[in-house]
């Protein structure tokens, strides 16, 4: 089970397992500043999963990094509170930030085969792993919870694998051992960037099988950092959309997907086409590209994209950026926009679109 | 190839670029009644179109050598006996994961390898077989575009370098139209013209995998190989690059191979879609067979493990196929069935015989002892007729036709009907008796 | 890897013998035969291109027999030894027959084994310290990019390789032995007799050549530690907790040397080769300032040693290079 280790020493259950709270992480370079991540705030507690979506650009690497503290301090600028278990990171000195990672909080990274040093047996970077947090063990220890872990998270033949380099694993089992070494010292927390982009979507199923399964084991809380809808939909409590730096849509899960207030998430459910949808269903993208960090847009982030832009009067969206409130269908779920009802415009314009057949179903059940 | 240097595109041929006046970052986005305007429902199958491009028996295999004395101890069996048809203006999927074949499949069609065994007949041509000097002009009508944007143009050339090359190397238009045309290009796949003298790195990576088509559209070819086109992009800019594509097959009538591994892009861009696993075809149907009816278990695991974005109104996991061990070598793939080894349904006949491509629906052919769908798989192989193995003996007319059928390309007017066991043709049958299913008895001729 | 390095030994083999194959052919069919300057010599310069002697000579030494059969000759000798004969004496020479040296008759391979030692012990000495110093100074540059000191330390580079190296080797033989006494008098000492005055009688030169020689390591080191930190498996090692020093030398360093140790094995060979410039000012009899003396009055047994060691080293650097990456990096290992 995990141990909580906070500050002040408060029990277990006090407050969330991680608290961002207005986080804001800039860059500077040749070409200026550039705001990676402007004022972010979620929660996520034990045994929940938080799925954050994004795409390029959006700054969901940038604020899962900096949740680690693994931005170079003399280069990045970060600003805002991110506490886990209750003790603060940002501005800690290396020395607690080492002890946290890989031991309080662990990261897991999308391609294995770039995140495994490719010189070192698995066996060494999971013992090294390990030792790191538990200077007292032996080697020998080190490198039986190795092979343990490596047993856990299903790779076969765990005592003859140990010895075997990141390069004679396939590309599934590569994402195991990484994840083997990720939850080596019980974290209570566990980060997890695109853990299975590069996977095939058999493979994909079996490790998000897998994070599931140790989740519910270690009870630890799960940031999933992800593109796809999809994985967020099986796997996530509750989702934060990310966009251009600025959360934009927050809630649970179901919430979100199937009662989407934000025309951004919008768009991103609407180029994702479904394997069973209604042949009639279109692919609609958005339009344009991401917006740039350097020199953000003034107003909303999303306008010069935004197809509804004309259905909210004046020149608000231009001018002004929209707060992260709640939304008219409750304190649970947050959203980044004017548009004064989202509800009506989804269900009668975008929904008819990408999804007929849910349409028809909800028409049907409005009307009887 | 001409030993054009693209330098000399710059500045002094087509004069200093003209000022950015034709596309305003300013103006306001479509409505959204006019974005759906412009986008495109799934494509529709057009049932009567010739083939464009006919694949038979095709074979790659790589050799494998010994350190010392380049030897060859083996065989990559990459590609190992496919055909398919690809109809001229509409689209062929192919769908698989990493070692299924697909890329090089890809990769054969546009002779960047040549095969080892099979046919590929493009308009007579057997694009196999031809001279690397024949190729030439065949490469005017068939064009690869390529997975990832960033590696796939040379960044130390102009943007519109990349597009005029082809032309030049063809020598298509004459030297003082290439600038016209390549703007032209540019436009059509909707990027800014006056952009012709930016090198790659100044564009997003959907900007740069436009660019790319519109470098394979210059020759306006008649077939178009997609290796993943839009794998390594944003999930919006996917959707854009989608839609692009279903625009200039509708406007220029391209036919597409549509190489990758997302089950789900693959279904709207694609009418048809052929399944690979281990360098066979295991299943090649249209879309509404493939994807609502999967016959082979493989497909059916493949669907099964998609995420499903609908799964979150229901909440939690859905209950999946899960397939068991590694996908094995193409070195030494599995005798019989290739499949056999992380399949949930096999049994001994599946070692011992490979099942043929059988044609089991006007267009669906599966290969499978146990071709069924999910949940109502025989506990019979139904192959047996066709390998000749049926109880008393005796060797079956009809059931080998349909076999000599099935390593045909294309789809016939007759397959083998699973549920009545006997070789039907569109609404007739053609045996007289509806037999015992799974039973052997022969048709009455 | 057994199947590796026999390939890599019977293709390196090849090389040498093309090599020797080469000066060889240069030199016989080349300008101003040798036989003509041993002839001038033997005759105190009485001796033209027109004169008769200068036709016994060059029958005597073998010009007028067909190129492949001499180069025969010499390999037999050099495997089984020979008699060689030069104006009107006979030498006899035992194999490893390198052959008689053209201009004080004595046998190249005695030579070789006095003067080898001498440049060997310079080249081990340089390399191990130009390897020190180059690599550290690199790595720090690196891990401090951007800052003053990766600044300052990059400088430093530069304006020391901006010095012509004879001039840096001559100053400090001046100001630091002869006029003064900081270091000890430059002179050799063979290892096995006493290895403590070997080291302090090479020293200086070791610390001239090491720290001329490691501009250039700390820039590759630089470089490639620069490319090495920006990679995804030490960022894994860093989010598992890992100190800086340990993500530095335990992940970084390792790949971080490959491309430096590549750069390494062909310097080293060419360092065998001899320091002309490193010979003469500090007076140190290696193989360095003979091979080009011998150029210069065409001494071609010389020549044609020398040569073969420089391919021999070249070559065996390369094999070494090759097993010490297989080292560094377990995917060749095993492929």
């Not at chain 1, 010895?163 to 089992?173: L, P, T, V």
């Not at chain 2, 209950?319 to 590694?326: A, Q």
């Amino acid at each position: 089970m995990t141990t909580l280790m906070s500050a002040s020493g408060a029990a277990a259950g006090d407050g969330p397992l991680l608290a961002v709270d207005n986080l804001t992480v800039r860059f500077p370079t040749a070409d200026g500043l550039v705001h990676a991540v402007t004022e972010l705030s979620y929660t996520v507690e034990l045994g929940k999963t938080l799925g954050i979506v994004g795409e390029s650009g959006s700054g969901k690497s940038v604020s899962s990094m900096a949740v680690l503290g693994l931005h170079d301090s003399r280069t990045a600028r970060i600003a805002g509170s991110i506490r886990i278990a209750g003790e603060e990171v940002v501005g800690a000195d290396q020395g607690t930030l080492r002890r946290i990672r890989g031991n309080v909080a662990a990261m897991i990274f999308q391609d294995a085969l770039a995140a495994l040093h490719p010189f070192k047996r698995i066996g060494k970077q999971l013992s090294e792993a390990y030792l790191v947090h538990h200077p007292q063990a032996t080697k020998r220890e080190a490198r039986r919870r190795a092979i343990q872990m490596l047993d856990r998270v299903g790779i076969p033949q765990p005592e003859r694998r140990v010895d075997d380099f990141s390069h004679q694993f396939s590309g599934g089992m590569r994402q195991r051992a990484m994840i083997a070494m990720g939850l080596i010292n019980d974290p209570s927390l566990l980060i997890a960037d695109e853990p299975t982009t590069a996977l095939d979507v058999t493979v994909q199923a079996q490790i998000l099988d897998l994070l599931q399964d140790l989740q519910r084991e270690f009870n630890s809380g799960v940031v999933l950092i992800t593109h796809d809808l999809g994985v967020v939909a099986e796997v996530a409590d509750d989702v934060l959309v990310m966009y251009g730096g600025r959360g934009v849509e927050y809630g649970p899960c179901r919430e979100i997907l199937t009662h989407p207030e934000m025309p951004y998430t919008w768009g991103l459910l609407s180029s994702v086409p479904d394997v069973h949808a209604d042949p009639n269903a279109r692919l609609i993208p958005i339009t344009g590209n991401p917006p740039s960090l350097l020199d953000p847009p003034a107003g909303c982030l999303f306008h010069p994209r935004c197809a509804h832009v004309h259905k909210v009067s004046g020149d608000l969206c231009r001018t002004v950026l929209p707060e992260l409130v709640p939304g008219p269908r409750g304190s649970g779920h947050l959203k980044r926009c004017h548009l004064p009802d989202p509800e009506s415009i989804y269900e009668s314009e975008v929904l008819p679109e990408i999804a007929p057949d849910l349409a028809e179903v909800a028409d049907v059940g409005r009307e009887g | 190839m001409s030993a054009q240097e693209p330098e000399d595109l710059e500045g002094t041929e087509f004069g200093p670029p003209a000022p950015a006046t034709v596309v305003d970052p300013a103006a306001p986005p479509p409505e959204f009644e006019e974005l759906v305007a412009s986008t495109h429902t799934a494509a529709q199958l057009d049932p009567t179109a010739p083939p464009v491009l006919s694949v038979r028996d095709l074979k790659m295999h790589f050799p494998l050598k010994s350190p010392l004395v380049r030897r060859t101890v083996g065989l990559v069996l990459a590609v190992d006996g496919i055909s398919f048809e690809v109809p001229a203006g509409g689209s062929l999927g192919l769908v698989g994961e990493s070692g299924c074949g697909k890329s090089t499949t890809g990769q054969l069609i546009t002779r960047l390898y040549k095969p080892t065994h099979g046919s590929m007949m493009f308009e007579g041509q057997d694009l196999a077989t031809v001279s690397r000097k024949q190729m030439k002009p065949l490469r005017r009508d068939v064009q690869m575009i390529f997975q990832d944007p960033y590696s796939s143009l040379n960044p130390r050339h102009t943007v519109g370098a990349i597009v005029a090359t082809p032309l030049r190397t063809h020598k298509v238009v004459p030297n003082n139209q290439v600038l016209s045309r390549v703007q032209e290009l540019l436009e059509v796949v909707g990027l800014n013209p006056e952009h012709y003298n930016r090198y790659p790195n100044e564009f997003s990576g959907g900007q740069r995998q436009r660019i790319g088509i519109a470098r394979a559209l210059a020759l306006q070819p008649k077939l178009l190989v997609a290796d993943e086109p839009v794998s390594a992009l944003d999930v919006s800019i996917q959707a854009q690059v989608v839609n692009l594509l279903q625009d200039l097959q509708k406007e220029f009538g391209i036919a597409y191979l549509f190489i990758a591994h997302d089950l789900a892009i693959v279904r709207h861009v694609c009418p048809e879609v052929a399944v690979m696993y281990l360098g066979k075809i295991v299943e090649i149907a249209d879309r509404e067979s493939l994807y609502e009816h999967a016959h082979h278990p493989y497909t059916q695991a493949l669907l099964s493990a998609v995420p499903d974005v609908k799964q979150a109104a229901i909440g939690g996991r859905r209950e999946r196929i899960r397939l068991t061990g590694d996908v094995p070598s193409p070195i030494n793939p599995p005798s019989g069935c290739r499949f056999r080894t992380r399949c949930p349904i096999a049994q001994e006949i599946c070692a011992r015989h490979e099942p043929p491509l059988v044609q089991i629906g006007p267009r669906h052919k599966v290969a499978c002892h146990f071709a069924g769908e999910l949940g109502h798989h025989p506990a019979q192989p139904v192959t047996s007729r066709l390998l000749a193995e049926d109880g008393a003996g005796r060797s079956d007319e009809a059931a080998r036709l349909v076999a000599e059928v099935a390593t045909d390309v294309g789809y016939a007017d007759s397959w083998f009907d699973l549920g009545s066991q006997t070789v039907v043709s569109g609404a007739r049958k053609v045996g007289g008796e509806s037999p015992v299913p799974g039973g052997n008895l022969p048709p009455e001729t | 890897m057994f199947s590796f390095l026999v390939k890599r030994i019977v293709s390196g083999f090849v090389i040498v013998v093309l090599v020797s194959l080469a000066v060889f052919t240069l030199f016989f069919y080349g300008p101003k035969s040798p036989a003509l300057e041993l002839c001038r010599r033997d005759t105190h310069n009485r001796c033209g291109p027109t004169s008769p002697k200068l036709e016994e000579y060059e029958q005597r030494l073998g010009y007028n027999n067909p190129m492949l059969s001499e180069y025969a000759k010499w390999a037999k000798g050099l495997v089984a030894g020979r008699t060689i004969t030069i104006g009107a004496t006979d030498y006899d020479c035992s194999a490893p027959c390198l052959g008689v040296s053209y201009r004080d008759r004595t046998s190249v391979s005695a030579q070789l084994k006095e003067r080898f030692p001498i440049t060997l012990s310079l080249a081990v000495g340089a390399s191990v310290l130009y390897l020190l110093i180059g690599v550290t100074m690199g790595v720090l540059a690196a891990r401090r990019r951007g800052t003053t000191t990766d600044r300052l330390l990059v400088s430093s580079t530069l304006v020391f390789s901006s010095v012509p190296y004879y001039l840096v080797a001559l100053l400090s033989m001046l100001t630091l032995t002869i006029s003064t006494d900081i270091f000890p008098r430059v002179e050799y000492h063979p290892f096995l007799d006493n290895p403590l005055k070997w080291a302090t009688g090479l020293l200086l030169v070791w610390l001239v050549l090491g720290i001329y020689g490691s501009t250039s390591y700390t820039r590759y080191a630089r470089g490639s530690m620069v490319e090495s930190l920006s990679e995804d498996y030490v960022r894994t090692a860093r989010a598992k907790g890992l100190s800086n020093s340990a993500v530095v030398v335990k992940h970084a360093l390792r790949s971080a040397l490959v491309p430096v140790a590549t750069i390494f094995g062909l310097d080293f060979a060419f360092l065998l080769a001899g320091t002309v410039f490193t010979e003469k000012i500090f007076g140190l009899e290696g193989i360095g300032k003979w091979g080009l003396d011998a150029t210069y009055i065409k001494d071609l047994p010389v020549v044609q040693a020398t040569s073969l060691v420089l391919a021999v080293s070249v070559v065996a650097a390369n094999i070494l290079v090759d097993i010490l990456y297989s080292f560094l990096d377990p995917r060749v290992r095993l492929s």
